[in-house]
């Protein structure tokens, strides 16, 4: 693919780890703040991607809960910066491509679920990668729960990224791990590619991936940029 005008990464499971951190916290969080207990299993099968209102509607309905947003959020925030105060790694590979995209003047963002203020925590954590990338990715992260937009799967954060950089979503790739993210990405009309190197279970992720409308799926940053040059421009 020549004319490659965007390249939007989804953050948790995709640039980075986080979700090794955040989940398990995450889960604690719902069983002592409001006696809701979902197990890894469960929130894989059915949860896994989801956020803001729509996912608390979700919670709702299964556990008969009350649980509302604004504070939701604001208990939640509270737990954030210990999460993050170890720092945060960079996928393997990651590094490179970054560096690739950035001195090549390739324009790139992120487009995640998680609320921008977490993102700039993780972000601030990074431990490889330039001051100048991490700033460039503060300033461009997109995300699905903030500013009248509505979670992945719904399009909208890849709409908004497509439209802020005045980018034709045909000549625009997404990278994400999750059907959730990835059905977002394709709604949208960016080539959604699917990215499986932080997965405990890469094989069985590969073919749900791919089942969900992946245009592609790989399992190490190495093999990124490789990729990209298979791709074939949109007609």
């Keep these: 693919m020549k004319n490659i005008s965007l390249i939007a990464f989804d953050f948790d499971g995709t640039m980075a780890d986080t979700e090794e951190l955040t989940l398990p916290d995450f889960w604690a969080f719902l069983q002592e703040d409001y006696g809701i207990t979902v197990t890894r299993e469960d929130w894989m099968a059915n949860y896994h991607g989801k956020a803001g ?17 604004p504070s939701f959020v604001a208990a939640r925030n509270k737990r954030l910066p210990r999460l993050f105060a170890a720092g945060v790694h960079l ?22 679920n998680s ?6 925590m993780a972000l601030d954590g990074l431990r490889n990668i330039s001051e100048e990338m991490r700033t460039h ?6 995300s ?34 999750t059907v959730a993210g990835l059905k977002a990405a394709i709604d949208a009309g960016f080539v959604a ?12 992720d ?6 969900a409308g992946a245009h592609a799926v790989f399992n190490h940053w190495d093999a990124f940029l490789p990729l990209l040059e298979t791709l074939e421009d949109p007609s």
């Design 206 to 211: 590969t073919e749900l991936l791919a089942a």
């Design 91 to 112: 996928a393997p590979g990651l590094t490179d491509v970054l560096e690739h995209l950035h001195n090549g003047k390739l324009t790139y963002c992120i487009c995640t």
């Design 193 to 204: 590619l699917g990215y499986t190197g932080l997965s405990r279970t890469p094989e069985e």
């Design 53 to 69: 209102p729509s996912l608390l509607s979700e919670l709702n309905a299964a556990y008969g809960t009350k649980l509302e947003w």
């Design 115 to 120: 609320q921008a203020a977490r993102n700039v």
């Design 137 to 142: 990715l503060q300033n461009n992260c997109f």
């Design 144 to 177: 699905g729960v903030e500013e009248g937009r509505t979670a992945k799967p719904a399009p909208d954060v890849y709409n908004d990224a497509a439209k802020h950089f005045g980018v034709s979503p045909a000549q625009s790739i997404a990278i994400e791990d």
